[in-house]
């Protein structure tokens, strides 16, 4: 069974940088796709971006175009989420997730997968 821990939330100022990682262990070579979900208060959950391991694309949702970079080290089964430029909105609890089904691309920008993280939080405030 995969088991995933995110790390690497904090607080930063508007215009900041975090790297957000995630731990994967299990049968690692189980998922077909791992991404980053987050979830603001009072909002609902929303996919940011998605890597797919079949042939290492990368998707990001608009808001993440040009300032968030998703990376894969398969060798230490880390996945990372490179943030820059950051705002006050993307202030959320960052979850990573796996899929295990090979659902299409946009299920996995949706948000939808198999196995969770426990998330990690990002504060962008002054």
């Known amino acids: 069974q995969l088991h995933l821990v995110e790390s690497g939330g904090g607080l930063v100022q508007p215009g900041g940088s975090l790297r957000l990682s995630c731990a994967v262990s299990?049968?690692?070579?189980?998922?077909?796709?791992i991404g980053w979900v987050r979830q603001a208060p009072g909002k609902e959950r929303e996919g940011v971006s998605v890597f797919v391991t079949a042939d290492d694309s990368t998707y990001y949702q608009d808001f993440a175009k040009g300032r968030f970079t998703i990376s894969r080290d398969n060798t230490k089964n880390m996945v990372y989420l490179q943030m820059n430029s950051l705002k006050p909105e993307d202030t959320a609890v960052y979850y990573c997730g796996v899929d295990l089904t090979g659902r299409p691309i946009i299920a996995n920008m949706g948000g939808e997968y198999d196995v969770w993280g426990q998330g990690t939080q990002v504060t962008v405030s002054s």
């Open positions: 299990g049968f690692t070579s189980e998922y077909t796709a």
